[in-house]
């Protein structure tokens, strides 16, 4: 039987790192090993993609998030029980956000586990989306909270696109966005105060360039 699944790569910015959403598989193929979170696509279920997008979100307790389909892989290699294939969605969660199930793994870390199936090549899909995405719209800016300084927003890009940034091309380049509302707030501490801003529209926006190193 030719089976259809639904792979999900999670990521979260805390503590300043990525850090990926993974759960150990509890049946054979590949028991013990860690996986990611996935589903059988399921007819009477599912009546389409964003139905089985959204029952996976739920099962792992992730309501609010940004997702996107990355790519579709199939073959008779990925899995040993035969033919499969799976829809790979990137899904990128606040710094807090905890799931009902698994466990969350720094990205720097992952070469010490072992992944089930073909779960390595699906993750570094997720990522190379991810990276290459954020050099030219605000995608990062998904991992951040509901409130955040200009500051916070350039270390995500920064984090995610492993480069420093000049900050004031960065910052021109994020007003010119148009995406940010001053929330009339301030986040005070050991720095003087910095304005909080929150996305005007929860949607990735594109750039009008593209950034190139440290240019930004």
Same mark, same amino acid.
């Given at each position: 039987? +030719?089976?259809?699944?639904?792979?999900?790569?999670?990521?979260?910015?805390?503590?300043?790192? +990525?850090?990926?959403?993974?759960? *150990?598989?509890?049946?054979?193929?590949?028991?013990?090993?860690?996986?990611?979170?996935?589903?059988?696509?399921?007819?009477?279920?599912?009546?389409?993609?964003?139905?089985?997008?959204?029952?996976?979100?739920?099962?792992?307790?992730?309501?609010?998030?940004?997702?996107?389909?990355?790519?579709?892989?199939?073959?008779?290699?990925?899995? %040993?029980?035969?033919?499969?294939? *799976?829809?790979?969605?990137?899904?990128?969660?606040? %710094?807090?956000?905890?799931?009902?199930?698994?466990?969350?793994?720094?990205?720097?870390?992952?070469?010490?586990?072992?992944?089930?199936?073909?779960?390595?090549?699906?993750?570094?899909?997720?990522?190379?989306?991810?990276?290459?995405?954020?050099?030219?719209?605000?995608?990062?800016?998904?991992?951040?909270?509901?409130?955040?300084?200009?500051?916070?927003?350039?270390?995500?890009?920064?984090?995610?696109?492993?480069?420093?940034?000049?900050?004031?091309?960065?910052?021109?380049?994020?007003?010119?966005?148009?995406?940010?509302?001053?929330?009339?707030?301030?986040?005070?501490?050991?720095?003087? %105060?910095?304005?909080?801003?929150?996305?005007?529209?929860?949607?990735?926006?594109?750039?009008?360039?593209?950034?190139?190193?440290?240019?930004?």
């Amino acid at each position: 039987m +030719l089976r259809m699944s639904l792979d999900m790569v999670v990521l979260r910015l805390n503590e300043e790192r +990525l850090e990926l959403l993974l759960e *150990t598989r509890d049946r054979p193929p590949f028991t013990h090993c860690w996986q990611l979170p996935a589903l059988r696509i399921d007819e009477t279920r599912d009546r389409d993609l964003d139905a089985a997008r959204h029952r996976l979100l739920a099962e792992w307790g992730l309501g609010h998030c940004y997702s996107e389909q990355v790519c579709t892989l199939g073959n008779l290699e990925r899995d %040993p029980r035969g033919w499969s294939t *799976t829809l790979v969605y990137l899904c990128l969660v606040e %710094p807090r956000e905890e799931a009902v199930r698994g466990h969350w793994h720094p990205l720097s870390a992952l070469s010490g586990l072992d992944l089930a199936f073909d779960h390595d090549q699906l993750i570094a899909r997720g990522l190379e989306r991810l990276r290459i995405k954020s050099r030219y719209s605000t995608l990062p800016l998904q991992l951040l909270g509901t409130e955040f300084t200009l500051s916070e927003v350039q270390r995500a890009f920064e984090i995610v696109l492993q480069t420093p940034m000049n900050t004031a091309a960065f910052r021109k380049r994020i007003h010119r966005a148009d995406i940010l509302v001053d929330t009339g707030r301030k986040r005070t501490g050991k720095q003087r %105060p910095a304005i909080l801003y929150r996305l005007e529209n929860p949607c990735c926006v594109m750039f009008d360039q593209v950034m190139n190193g440290a240019e930004a």
